[in-house]
């Protein structure tokens, strides 16, 4: 079965109006079968972990674009780096849009040569997982706190229930475990974790040890939905703290994890600055952190945190499918009070809470702390230059496990975590 990818909007825009369209993204998520069903006839295709084709492209890359002349999709390439600077002549010696669709999951490399040569020339766009709005076919946009438009979307949104929700969470958002019933989930995600490390991780100069780097991933699934600590990663898997923040951004550049940064306005003040971590598919992270089964997370101590890592994936997503970079930031001060998550766009923002419950009671009560951000500065704080930039505080959402978008309060209401 084919999902249709709430993505392919933002790929046909760029395609449109960039000579080089690059798709970024970690293994498996459906990068190259996408472009394949986009492509219009005539349009070639070649891979680059071929060693035939791989090796034509490194050493005769002229040769290689006459054999593969655009249109044309190229899958991998990062690993012929030398097609590059050929790609940008014949980009600006053409000027016509959509003639290179470029693919790479090893995104440290590729982006380094994007950003390098292709600057101007190429539209890039992240792709991740399967949208629980993907599997369900409702064909959701950007997530958004305002209740009218959540209503909206109880018109076509299927309902799920707790046992079924965690179902989700523990298959993760991969596609071939979708598309086709009879891959076992540990055999996929034993084989996806050999192929990561075996054929990305391996090229990265700053992963040495292969073992100390799996029990790297392992640590950082089981702190996942926790604020970044270098030194008790570190601690954990017995590397200094330099090497575990390198590691880190390996992760983060394959895609595996996102990074969420503390929400920073000058009106507020003693907030901590570390940024916050999720796995962006709950899978992975599920069987990293060695949950047997979906009933058996659902009852762990880990319920929450799970709960909360699949909301801020989808939300993220949700972004990402429609080529956007996901506004989303937290909030966390000295006092311990915390807000999940705050959706910052146009001068407003949109305070988020995460709640493995139907109706948690007490979970707006730290939405208040953002109250002096929308207050006008002082006339001392102009005169210092210590002024805040007064922004307005949206509609707030509490996302759980009602039944339906219910209002809590004036400003805040209740949102079924299956309507994102």
């Given at each position: 079965m084919f999902y249709k990818r709430s993505i392919e909007a933002a790929l046909r825009s760029i395609s449109d109006n960039f000579p080089v369209l690059v798709l970024t993204g970690p293994r498996q998520v459906g990068k190259t079968?996408?472009?394949q069903s986009m492509a219009e006839q005539g349009r070639k295709y070649v891979a680059l972990d071929n060693p035939t084709d791989r090796a034509l492209a490194k050493s005769e890359p002229e040769l290689f674009l006459q054999r593969y002349a655009p249109p044309v999709i190229i899958d991998e390439l990062q690993y012929a780096p030398e097609l590059f600077d050929y790609i940008k002549i014949y980009a600006d010696t053409h000027k016509s849009c959509g003639d290179f669709w470029l693919t790479g999951s090893q995104t440290f490399h590729l982006m380094k040569n994007v950003t390098e040569s292709l600057a101007g020339r190429a539209g890039v766009v992240r792709m991740l997982g399967l949208s629980?709005?993907?599997?369900?076919?409702t064909g959701f946009g950007p997530f958004t706190a305002e209740p009218q438009a959540l209503i909206k979307r109880l018109e076509t949104a299927k309902r799920m229930a707790l046992p079924e929700m965690f179902e989700r969470i523990f298959k993760g958002s991969f596609p071939r475990l979708y598309e086709n019933p009879d891959v076992g989930r540990k055999r996929f995600y034993e084989s996806y974790l050999e192929t990561y490390i075996s054929r990305d991780v391996k090229d990265l100069t700053q992963v040495a040890d292969e073992l100390s780097f799996l029990s790297f991933i392992n640590v950082v699934a089981a702190r996942t939905a926790t604020n970044v600590n270098y030194e008790t990663l570190a601690n954990e898997t017995g590397i200094s703290a330099p090497t575990a923040k390198q590691w880190l951004?390996?992760?983060?550049?394959?895609?595996?994890v996102a990074l969420i940064p503390p929400y920073a306005n000058n009106a507020l003040k003693r907030t901590v600055r570390a940024p916050r971590m999720y796995f962006l598919d709950t899978g992975l992270c599920a069987y990293l952190t060695r949950m047997n089964s979906p009933e058996f997370l659902?009852?762990?101590?880990?319920?929450g945190v799970f709960f909360e890592t699949w909301v801020v994936s989808e939300i993220y997503k949700s972004y990402l499918n429609n080529g956007e970079r996901p506004p989303l930031y937290f909030y966390r001060d000295q006092n311990k009070k915390e807000i999940d998550l705050i959706i910052h766009q146009n001068n407003t923002v949109n305070p988020i809470e995460i709640k493995k419950s139907a109706a948690p009671t007490g979970a707006v009560k730290h939405f208040s702390v953002l109250k002096p951000i929308a207050e006008d500065p002082s006339e001392e704080d102009r005169f210092s230059g210590a002024a805040h930039l007064k922004t307005e505080i949206g509609t707030g959402a509490?996302?759980?496990?009602a039944s339906n978008v219910l209002p809590i309060d004036a400003k805040n209401w209740y949102v079924p975590a299956w309507l994102i």
């Open positions: 079968t996408l472009l629980n709005s993907e599997i369900e076919e951004s390996v992760l983060v550049s394959s895609g595996l659902e009852a762990s101590a880990m319920d509490v996302v759980c496990l």
